[in-house]
């Protein structure tokens, strides 16, 4: 999967968070609740440690603030930080998928004229040392001009946003790159989708936890009391949250990478998963002509899902297969190691 490096930064970070949540939540039981247990559990050393401990910890309420804004604040630079990673790496990608600097679309033509001119009105603040002029116009010059020089796209004249990435915001980010209604599809993935209505019981939005993320991190930079602390539970319920989301988001790219593919003949669509057998984690497929493998890589797409899945088994007729040629139209068995759904689409990258 493209953006597996940025997704699995994204995914150790959260880890550290949850680590970080649930070892300081068992400390907390340990000086203010049971210590006298586990001191006799453990002896002197045991009740030596604990003494020190409960004589440096703070009290009770202050401690969980600290935790509260501390884990706020940590989760939505990880969100953020992810967000404008995934757009700077599609944007570096786009003269691949679109060789003709006109072919972009007036909407990233336009987002790139406006970011290249306003960063050459700020090219002197510290945020853009790591630019020159020449850096900043080159690829616009070289798109605009047609001298047939490849262009690039600086990726900084498309992340020029200074409000929280909320869902108006999010999905202007997107949109200006050439991604409209990101939202959409975040609201319809499955694990969006599953966090909304199982773990929250359907009675919050997809909107709702970010911008109450968001608020949370507002008041833990910014304000002078924190009126409202979350429980560890309620942590890592929001731990959940943001990976879910960052995970949508790559799909979501990985989505567009793989329909333009498709459009120049990068990508092929070579099938499409016609059932789906839960418990064995397999699928019968019809296929186009093609030839397919075990250990070969697909993906799998439809409506909010874009996910790269490798096939770890065949079947025609019942009967395992290393590999096969297919014809179109010909029902194929076949067990990946990921979970998939009826009615995907199934693509190879040529």
Not at 165 to 173: A, G, H, I, P, V
Not at 222 to 228: L, P, R, S, V
Not at 291 to 304: H, K, N, R
């Amino acid at each position: 999967m493209m953006f597996q490096e940025l997704l699995k930064t994204v995914q150790i970070n959260i880890s550290t968070v949850r680590s970080i949540i649930q070892v300081n939540e068992r400390l907390r039981e340990n000086v203010f609740g049971i210590k006298s247990i586990i001191a006799q559990e453990r002896g002197t050393q045991a009740n030596s440690i604990i003494d020190e401990l409960t004589q440096n910890a703070p009290e009770a309420r202050n401690w969980r603030i600290y935790d509260h804004c501390a884990v706020v604040t940590r989760l939505y630079a990880i969100y953020e930080r992810f967000v404008e990673d995934l757009i700077r790496e599609w944007i570096q990608l786009l003269p691949d998928l679109f060789p003709v600097y006109a072919d972009l679309g007036d909407r990233i033509c336009n987002t790139h004229r406006v970011g290249v001119a306003r960063l050459l009105l700020d090219i002197t603040k510290n945020r853009f040392g790591h630019l020159s002029v020449e850096e900043v116009i080159r690829g616009l010059f070289y798109g605009a001009s047609g001298t047939g020089e490849k262009y690039e796209l600086l990726p900084d004249a498309f992340l020029l946003h200074e409000q929280n990435l909320r869902k108006n915001t999010l999905d202007k980010l997107f949109a200006d790159a050439g991604i409209s209604q990101a939202w959409s599809w975040v609201e319809k993935h499955r694990k969006i989708k599953y966090f909304v209505e199982e773990i929250r019981g359907s009675e919050n939005t997809a909107e709702g936890e970010l911008n109450e993320l968001i608020d949370y991190r507002n008041d833990a930079a910014h304000g002078a009391f924190i009126d409202t602390i979350l429980s560890s539970n309620a942590l890592l319920e929001l731990c959940d949250f943001v990976e879910a989301l960052c995970q949508a988001l790559a799909e979501l790219v990985n989505c567009q990478i793989i329909e333009q593919q498709t459009s120049t003949g990068q990508a092929q669509e070579i099938g499409r998963i016609t059932e789906w057998l839960k418990k064995p984690q397999a699928a019968v497929a019809k296929v186009e002509e093609t030839t397919l493998s075990v250990g070969t890589s697909v993906f799998l797409m439809g409506e909010a899902y874009c996910q790269l899945a490798r096939i770890q088994s065949i079947r025609i007729n019942d009967a395992v297969q290393e590999s096969v040629k297919t014809i179109r139209g010909m029902e194929v068995g076949l067990r990946f190691d990921v979970e998939a759904r009826k009615n995907l689409r199934l693509y190879v990258v040529k």
